[in-house]
């Protein structure tokens, strides 16, 4: 059997390395050809000839496997063994065809034939090596045939076959012979070339095997490939053909808005030319009598009495801060009428209106305020005469200034235009000649031309005037529009005449106009307001634009007076009225203008509405007054079918689109219109009005492809706006860089927030407006649901997601995690939001674990190799001091910071594993095992560091506590006792700390529960299998006899080995073997136990003899009884009972000396050890050698069937075995110096050397005399007195005071009761040390045998020392029940038959296997010890002695 670990057993030596070497393309190919022998043997023999390709047959294809070879075998390797293969199937062939056709082929007929050649290549230095004997071996043997020539290069094949590691020992051993074939017969070279078939067939078997998984892994990845490709495609084209159909409807649109655009603009033409003739129908007289005239036809009416001046003035100022700029050139009925309006009157008609309503309803217009447009040229030429100051010059300039100033000494801020000229420097008599050209609206407008010195800024006078009085002097008969003249240069006000002081000379002016564009100055005589609307009528200009303008200007006035609630009044009853925001005054206004202006009823309510709908857009007026706008519209509609015209309806059409269209989007966005559904009842209004444009007849007409149902249609709206709506969520949480796994995450996260915070709002505030038409709450959902399902799976699913990859468990599984609770809340909030979700395909699409479970699979396992930073990081931290406890349960345990710091890591990560609430019970059975796995690996690394007991330098944490046990048991005298460390209490601490979190960690994860389960589903599976009555029988033979699979075997020390050196000791290894003769048969597919172990498993059964049985074998360790390996090795047992370990001692000249040998028993009937490995975890085998020793092996059966408890156990397993090692070094610590200490005090008991004579010493002949005194001169005789032990005990009591104070002030109770209990049990072994030696080894040559004080001083150090342990009863003493122990009752008993009599000793020996509970050999010891130390016997007594204790021995052997 083959095994690995960190020392491979030896074994014997492996054939040399294949050499690779190509085939010589001269060389024979006799018997490669499958030829019958007849010919073969008729062909002549040339060592230069050449076989005739057309003869040969074709060759035999390579087939190379390029999956599953070892990635330790070299190309070489492989292209040899393919080689191999091909020559085994040619001698398969040649072999069964030649002894088919000479089933009586012998060597003594082979002798006769003639010589052949050799018929393969040199492949092994074995054979390249041995050339000559080959050849030789070819002379004598030239009568061989094919069948040997075969069976020798099949032979050279099977050594190159063990050279790749595929060939088993059985063939080696045949092979074995320097290359030449052995003598054997043709049946059992055939039986020989049949296995070496079995090889062929499996090897291309495996890599048939190998080829059809690789071919369907790539037609798998093609598939998926392909249907990604296919899944794109379509996706493409579906988009291509949604764009395409949007593109279409976007045209279709646009040439309907503009065919009814024009339609509406010919219309209005019409109807404003028709209107413009029969205005002027209306004029009796032409031109200016047309207002006078129409007043005298119409006159006052009643509604005009509430019209006040001041609410006139109020209209008259809303008309003047109205922005909108009107006339536009669509409100003229021809389409030169805005021309001609830019040329005669060229004012907003906010101001014509001005006009009017002053005139009308304030007072009369005089013709001085006539609003006349008069573009003038005006010209400073010169002045002359200027005041000078004390007879000096003047620098004068001239400042020009236009505008509306009613009074020139105190000119307005704003709305004055001002112009400077050049400066004329030291003159009184300037000459400028500048002009500029002064554009007036208004013959009231004035022009004050002042001159001034620029040195001294004196006022040197003025000259004002009006635009009328220009108009007037320009034209004046024969001016022609142009005037110069000089004018008189006058003060300012009486308020500044008094710093006028330099007033004086005259200032030449010219002006002139265009006559063509302005009024004659008799003209300026006339009515005004008859010549404004006659200038209205002649540029032709809808008259519905200047009411247009009215009634936004009233409507604006009212709602700022009295703006209109949020709701609509209770007491509103509104249902005959026309206008709902208007008050009274603006209605009468209205109507004044509507008679004049021939306005009908049916556009006063268009027009309304419309204005109502523009404010309702600037959130300045409230639905409800829409929608009672909408509702009187479409009341008057209903009671008069023709109450619209045709030049009215495209303009109904047009509002109703723009108002479909607007609430449309309110609605598609409701959550921004409509805040918390505020105002109350708007989105209800809003979703009313929508209803009520889609049943409109009109704008079904002008829509005839609209759904018949408005379910249908708002259902429609509101799964674009929610699809929509998803798409800006998506971008709004979407990553800066797609690449970013951690924002991406983020992204995820966010996004999962926004959806279930829409949700929560529709569910709240939104539900019940929808309730009518639809469920929103159920559709959003399924959207959100839809979409966001389409998101999380192109992250986690088809292999090519971001979440898929290995770098999102390194770099974000905190995100992760993050993002696994949000979709569980996620998940959790929309069932409970929306319950009918749940019925909906996409929430069973909505698989968060199965997307999460590969990433906490992948999370774990990632996380097993974190363990050893986490405890680098812990220890590296850590000095190993106790730290203080904050909780009461970790007050009495000293522990330090690393394994505080290793359990904050642990539970870190618990924390993940905890939170998820897996709902498959067996799933999350599976995650906390692994994690499990993961906390054992931790404790076996911090065990790893903290079982050295010296945590100090990089050296000592890389031994182990064994090495350190050998460097105490190695110390010198001079270094002193050595004292128990405050350190290693620490590390006990830590320990008991790790096991109490442990345990309680299990309790808070449930295990035990978990635990049911995973055992309930396996039960259920195996109920569910199938096996024949046979292999159940099968099963449970091998179940009860036997126990097999794979094993990790840990050898870690032996003491007391049997010493076989001159100097007492040895060197020992140990080697575990299987029983010979073990059968290892062939696998079971079905058997998952032992799969993954075996690559290589036979495909017939093999017997196992010799060294194919060793399994494992240890270094050896030189010059010690007591050896510690500590290695470890991983093997596959077959089927066996029990196992063979023993104990040798390294010879390098001669053969190895066993030491001792014993067994494992593992059968089912009789071992209790192979109950325990049932459990998978790793048990201490304490094992007993013979004839002398013991040993540990630690022994793990390595399965499959691990549950979530398994790791939990196999990690106390090892927090109690590194306990037990640390306990182990403490004690080893402190005994060199108790056993010191004892060995010293009992030996200064024995007798003192008589002095021998000078000629004996000279000589050294004679045998030592000893008094019957010590050197103390007390008798031997005499029995050690209580107080003499006490001072003699002393030293030790000291030091055990000093080390146990330590250990109580820093263990807890249990921990320091089992160091004391462990060194009780080491004072026990020195006392029985210091009374009788092992059985086996040379005995020192200063012991000597006790004489009675010395007795009684062993039994004074257990008596002093049992007192001191037990300490009476109290704090830390161990209870007698405990100090007596088996051992003690043995020490105890043999002080008392110390001295008996030898022939008493054996008659007791041989009469029964104990005496008073005493075990045998500890007789045969004293019987041992009594040979060869003892004074008083005879030459003849002590080889009777000896006699015995060999024969006794060889009895014990033989048994």
Request: proline share 5%; hydrophobic share 35%; net charge neutral.
């Amino acid at each position: 059997m083959s095994t690995n670990g960190t020392n491979k057993a030896s074994s014997p030596a492996p054939p040399m390395p294949m050499a690779r070497t190509r085939t010589n393309p001269n060389r024979s190919n006799v018997g490669r050809q499958g030829l019958p022998s007849s010919q073969v043997s008729s062909q002549p023999h040339s060592p230069t000839q050449t076989q005739d390709p057309s003869q040969a047959s074709p060759p035999i294809p390579k087939h190379r496997a390029k999956v599953g070879r070892s990635a330790g075998v070299s190309r070489d390797s492989m292209l040899a063994f393919d080689d191999m293969l091909r020559d085994l199937e040619n001698i398969n062939s040649t072999n069964e065809f030649d002894t088919n056709s000479n089933p009586n082929n012998t060597d003594a007929n082979n002798a006769s034939m003639p010589r052949s050649p050799r018929s393969h290549s040199i492949r092994s230095p074995s054979l390249r090596s041995n050339n000559s004997s080959s050849n030789a071996i070819n002379s004598t043997y030239s009568a061989n045939n094919n069948t040997s020539n075969n069976a020798n290069t099949f032979h050279s094949m099977l050594r190159d076959l063990e050279s790749v590691g595929s060939m088993s020992s059985t063939i080696s051993n045949t092979a074995s012979n320097g290359g030449r074939p052995p003598p054997t017969s043709v049946a059992n070279i055939a039986s020989t070339i049949s296995i070496g078939n079995q090889i062929v067939k499996g090897e291309r078997e495996r890599r048939e095997m190998d080829r059809l998984a690789k071919e369907r892994a790539a037609k798998a990845q093609l598939a998926l490939e392909k249907e990604a490709f296919l899944k794109k495609e379509m996706d493409e084209r579906a988009e291509k053909d949604a764009l395409r159909r949007r593109e279409d409807e976007t045209r279709r649109l646009e040439s309907d808005r503009l065919r009814r655009a024009k339609l509406r603009r010919d219309t209005e033409l019409k109807d404003s030319d028709a209107r413009n003739q029969a205005l002027a129908a209306r004029m009796t007289v032409g031109g200016l009598a047309f207002a006078t005239a129409l007043r005298a036809v119409n006159g006052p009416s009643p509604d005009e009495q509430v019209i006040v001046p001041d609410y006139i003035d109020a209209v008259i100022r809303t008309l003047v801060v109205d922005k909108i700029i009107a006339p536009m050139p669509e409100d003229f009925a021809s389409y030169d009428g805005f021309s001609l309006w830019q040329s005669h009157i060229n004012k907003p008609l906010q101001e014509v209106l001005a006009d009017f309503l002053h005139s009308q309803f304030v007072q009369p217009v005089s013709p001085n305020t006539l609003p006349i447009p008069v573009d003038i040229f005006f010209k400073v030429v010169e002045a002359k005469s200027l005041i000078a100051k004390e007879g000096r010059s003047r620098d004068a300039y001239c400042r020009i200034e236009f505008g509306a100033i009613p009074q020139p000494d105190y000119p307005p801020k704003t709305g004055v235009e001002i112009f400077m000229t050049e400066t004329m420097q030291g003159t009184v008599n300037p000459v400028w000649n500048q002009h500029v050209d002064v554009a007036s609206q208004e013959l009231t407008d004035s022009i004050i031309v002042s001159v001034w010195d620029r040195r001294k800024d004196d006022f040197l006078g003025r000259v004002v005037m009006s635009v009328k009085d220009i108009v007037t002097s320009c034209g004046a008969s024969g001016s022609d529009g142009f005037v110069s003249r000089w004018h008189k240069l006058q003060p300012r006000g009486a308020s500044v005449k008094n710093k006028d002081k330099y007033i004086g000379g005259d200032l030449l002016i010219e002006m002139s106009i265009d006559m063509e564009k302005t009024p004659l100055p008799d003209e300026l005589h006339a009515d005004p307001i008859a010549q404004l609307e006659s200038q209205l009528v002649s540029c032709k200009i809808n008259f519905k634009a200047l009411y247009i303008t009215l009634l936004r200007a009233c409507l604006i006035l009212d709602i700022n007076s009295s703006p209109p609630p949020a709701t609509q009044p209770m007491n509103a009853q509104a249902a005959n009225e026309l206008i709902h925001l208007m008050s009274p005054e603006s209605i009468a206004t209205l109507k004044f203008w509507e008679r004049k202006w021939l306005i009908r009823e049916s556009f006063r309510t268009l027009t309304y509405l419309d204005l109502v709908f523009q404010k309702y857009k600037l959130y300045e007026v409230p639905v409800w007054a829409l929608l009672n706008a909408y509702e009187e519209l479409y009341g008057s509609m209903k009671r008069n079918p023709t109450w619209l015209n045709d030049y009215e309806k495209p303009i109904l059409v047009d509002t109703l689109e723009e108002m479909h269209a607007h609430y449309k989007i309110q609605v598609s966005n409701y959550r921004e219109y409509y805040p918390k559904n505020k105002p109350d009842e708007a989105l209800e209004s809003t979703i009313l009005l929508l209803r009520m444009i889609f049943k409109s007849p009109i704008y079904r007409q002008a829509h005839p492809n609209l759904p018949t149902s408005f379910r249908t249609e708002i259902k429609s709206v509101m799964l674009q706006a929610v699809q929509g709506r998803f798409k800006k969520l998506q971008e709004h949480s979407a990553p800066f860089d797609e690449h970013d796994t951690e924002a991406v995450i983020d992204g995820l996260i966010g996004l999962c927030d926004l959806l279930v915070a829409e949700l929560i709002a529709d569910y709240k505030y939104y539900r019940k407006s929808f309730e009518i038409e639809l469920d929103i709450v159920r559709m959003n959902a399924e959207v959100y649901l839809e979409k966001f399902v389409g998101v999380l799976s192109a992250q986690f699913e088809g292999g090519t997601g971001l979440l898929t990859g290995d770098d999102v468990v390194q770099k974000a599984s905190r995100s992760m995690f993050a993002l696994y609770k949000k979709l569980k809340s996620f998940d959790a909030k929309y069932c409970k939001v929306c319950p009918s979700i749940k019925k909906s395909p996409y929430y069973a699409k909505f698989r968060v674990e199965d997307w999460f479970a590969p990433f906490v699979s992948k999370w774990l396992e990632h996380l097993t190799t974190l363990t050893v930073e986490w405890v680098t990081n812990a220890v590296k931290a850590d000095k190993f001091e106790a730290m203080e406890s904050d909780t009461t349960a970790e007050d009495s345990l000293q522990h330090s910071s690393s394994i505080t710091d290793l359990f904050q890591a642990v539970y870190s990560n618990l924390d993940n594993i905890m939170d998820l609430k897996w709902s498959n019970e067996l799933q999350q059975a599976g995650f906390i095992q692994k994690f499990g796995k993961t906390v054992s690996r931790a404790i076996e690394n911090y065990c790893d560091v903290v079982g050295t007991d010296d945590a100090d330098g990089a050296d000592a944490k890389g031994a182990t506590f064994s090495n350190f046990i050998m460097s105490v048991r190695m110390q010198k005298e001079e270094s002193g006792p050595a004292d128990i460390t405050n350190e290693s209490c620490v590390k006990l601490c830590n320990l008991e700390y790790a096991r109490m979190k442990l345990d309680e960690m299990h309790s808070m994860m449930n295990v035990s529960t978990l635990a049911r389960t995973q055992v309930d589903h396996r039960a259920t599976i195996a109920l569910n299998k199938k096996t024949t009555p046979s292999a159940k029988a099968a099963s449970a033979l091998d179940e009860q006899d036997k126990v097999k699979g794979a094993f990790k075997i840990e050898l870690v020390y032996a003491e007391n080995v049997k010493p076989v050196t001159k100097n007492g000791l040895a060197n020992p290894f140990m080697v575990v073997r299987m029983p010979e003769g073990t059968v290892v048969p062939v696998q079971d597919p079905s058997d998952s136990s032992v799969s993954s172990k075996a690559n290589n498993s036979p495909s017939v059964p093999v017997i196992l003899t010799g060294n194919a049985c060793e399994l494992v074998r240890t270094r050896p360790v030189f010059d010690t009884i007591n050896p510690v390996w500590e290695e470890t090795f991983s093997t596959l047992l077959p089927p066996v009972s029990h196992l063979d370990v023993f104990l040798y001692s390294k010879n390098l000249i001669s053969s190895n000396e066993l030491c001792g040998k014993t067994l494992i028993d593992l059968s089912g009937r009789l071992s209790r050890l192979r109950q325990k490995l049932g459990d998978h975890h790793t048990h201490d085998v304490y094992i007993e050698f013979a004839p002398q020793g013991r040993g540990l092996v630690r022994m793990t059966l390595e399965g499959e069937q691990e549950d979530v408890d398994y790791w939990f156990r196999k990690s106390r397993e090892r927090l109690k075995r590194t306990q037990n090692d640390l306990l182990r070094a403490l004690t080893t610590r402190v005994s060199p110096y108790l056993r010191e200490t004892i060995v010293r005090v009992i030996k200064e008991h024995e007798s003192v050397a008589l002095n021998r004579g000078f000629l004996q010493t000279a000589l050294g002949t004679g045998s030592v005399q000893y008094s019957n005194q010590t050197a103390a001169g007390v008798a031997i005789d005499k029995p050690v007195t209580p107080a003499e032990a006490d001072s003699a005990m002393s030293p030790v009591t000291e030091y055990l005071n000093k080390n146990l104070e330590l250990l109580c002030a820093n263990l807890s109770p249990s921990m320091a009761h089992e160091v004391i209990k462990r060194l009780w049990e080491e004072v026990l072994l020195d006392v029985e040390y210091v009374l009788i030696p092992p059985l086996f080894g040379q005995i020192e040559s200063s012991r000597r045998y006790l004489n009675k004080r010395q007795v009684s001083m062993c039994g004074w150090a257990l008596s002093v020392l049992r007192s001191f342990f037990h300490a009476d009863g109290e704090a830390l003493g161990l209870a007698y029940k405990i100090l007596d122990s088996r051992k003690y009752l043995e020490l105890t008993t043999l002080m008392s038959v110390y001295f008996n009599e030898v022939p008493r000793i054996k008659r007791e020996y041989e009469l029964s296997t104990s005496v008073n509970g005493r075990p045998k050999e500890m007789l045969m010891r004293v019987v041992r010890l009594r040979a060869e130390k003892q004074e008083e016997l005879t030459p003849a007594e002590r080889d009777g002695l000896r006699k015995w204790v060999d024969v006794e021995l060889s009895r014990r052997k033989e048994r």
